[in-house]
T-cell receptor, first 115, second 110 residues
Framework: GAVVSQHPSRVICKSGTSVKIECRSL??????MFWYRQFPKQSLMLMAT?????????EQGVEKDKFLINHASLTLSTLTVTSAHPEDSSFYIC???????????FGPGTRLTVL | GQNIDQPTEMTATEGAIVQINCTYQ??????LFWYQQHAGEAPTFLSY????GLEEKGRFSSFLSRSKGYSYLLLKELQMKDSASYLC???????????FGKGTRLSVIA
C-alpha cells in the first residue's frame, strides 16, 4: 500500500504559539488530502479537505483562520494551528487519496499538547 | 446528516471468533471500509466492500448488505495483538472523505 508520513509525531507547545504539521505522500501523488482530529476515545472527525492547488474546504464548526491548510504540491499538505490553546490538544491525522486507489491512506498522526 | 453506529466495546477470548457489527444511514453510498487503530497510532486499512457479500482476507472477513445498511467485520483465531479499536467508515460518494463511526474497542483476553 501507499505510504503517508507526518511530521512531527509529537509536539508540546505553550499556549498562544503556532504549530505546523506536515503531511507527505511518499510514493504516490495525492490529489486530495484530508485532515482529521481525534480526541481521546472518540472517532476521527474530519476537519477539512484540500485539493492540490486550491483552497481547503472546512467542515462546519472548524475555524479556517485558526487551522490554516496549504496543499501546495501533490505530495505535501500542511496544517498550521495558529495561536494554539489547551483545548486544541488532540491527535491530528492526515489522510491522502489519489485517483489510483479506492482507499484513503493515513499518516501516523501528530499528538499535539498545548500547555 | 450521516450516521454510523457500532458497539463501543467488546471483549473476546484468545483463539476465538468475534463479529463487530456496523449499521449506517447515509445520504449516499460508495463503499464501506474497516480500519484497525491501536492506541496512539493512525488507522490501518483492513477491508473494503462496495458490493453485497463477504470479502475474506486471511483471518479477517467483512460482510456488506446495502439494502440493510449493515456490515460486519469478522476476526478469526483471535490473537492478543488484535486488541485495538476497529473503525467502520463509509464513503458517501466518489470524491468525498470517509465518514467514521466512533469505533469499537476490542479487548482480547487469555
Amino acid at each position: 500500500g501507499a505510504v503517508v508520513s507526518q511530521h512531527p509525531s509529537r509536539v508540546i507547545c505553550k499556549s498562544g504559539t503556532s504549530v505546523k504539521i506536515e503531511c507527505r505522500s511518499l510514493d504516490f501523488q495525492a490529489t486530495t488530502m484530508f485532515w482529521y482530529r481525534q480526541f481521546p476515545k472518540q472517532s476521527l472527525m474530519l476537519m477539512a479537505t484540500s485539493n492540490e492547488g486550491s483552497k481547503a474546504t472546512y467542515e462546519q464548526g472548524v475555524e479556517k483562520d485558526k487551522f490554516l491548510i496549504n496543499h501546495a504540491s501533490l505530495t505535501l499538505s500542511t496544517l498550521t494551528v495558529t495561536s494554539a490553546h489547551p483545548e486544541d490538544s488532540s491527535f491530528y491525522i492526515c489522510s491522502a487519496r489519489s485517483g489510483s486507489y479506492n482507499e484513503q491512506f493515513f499518516g501516523p498522526g501528530t499528538r499535539l499538547t498545548v500547555l | 446528516g450521516q450516521n454510523i453506529d457500532q458497539p463501543t466495546e467488546m471483549t473476546a477470548t484468545e483463539g476465538a471468533i468475534v463479529q463487530i457489527n456496523c449499521t449506517y444511514q447515509t445520504s449516499g453510498f460508495n463503499g464501506l471500509f474497516w480500519y484497525q487503530q491501536h492506541a496512539g497510532e493512525a488507522p490501518t486499512f483492513l477491508s473494503y466492500n462496495v458490493l453485497d457479500g463477504l470479502e475474506e482476507k486471511g483471518r479477517f472477513s467483512s460482510f456488506l448488505s446495502r439494502s440493510k445498511g449493515y456490515s460486519y467485520l469478522l476476526l478469526k483465531e483471535l490473537q492478543m495483538k488484535d486488541s485495538a479499536s476497529y473503525l467502520c467508515a463509509v464513503r458517501v460518494s466518489g470524491n468525498t472523505p470517509l465518514v467514521f463511526g466512533k469505533g469499537t474497542r476490542l479487548s482480547v483476553i487469555a
